[in-house]
Each structure stands twice: as structure tokens, then as C-alpha cells.
């Protein structure tokens, strides 16, 4: 995978990213947390590195 990187103040961050708000509410049921943990392991191996875990309000 190649990685594509933008500033953000004064951090690079990857412009693709995981969102992660399926692996425990956002549609449906929730996977089991090994589940999760083996999607978040692949999703790393895979090249991502921006995590999106943030919680809208």
C-alpha cells in the first residue's frame, strides 16, 4: 500500500484511515472483541496507521 501523508499542525498523518465505530456500536451488533482486535491486526498489516476512534456527540 502506498502511504499518502498531509500536515496537520506539525504531524504528518496518513490521509486514509480506519474508522473503527462499526467494531463496537455504529451498525448493528457489536463484534466480539477478539473479532475487533484480529480486523484492527489486519487493518495494520495492511499498511493503515490512523486509528479513527473518536466518538461523535
Avoid: Q
Amino acid at each position: 500500500m502506498t502511504t499518502l501523508f498531509t500536515r496537520l499542525n506539525a504531524l504528518d498523518s496518513p490521509v486514509f484511515g480506519l474508522g473503527c465505530m462499526n467494531l463496537s456500536h455504529g451498525y448493528g451488533s457489536p463484534l466480539l472483541e477478539r473479532e475487533a482486535l484480529h480486523a484492527l491486526e489486519m487493518a495494520f498489516e495492511m499498511g493503515y496507521r490512523h486509528v479513527d476512534t473518536a466518538t461523535l456527540a
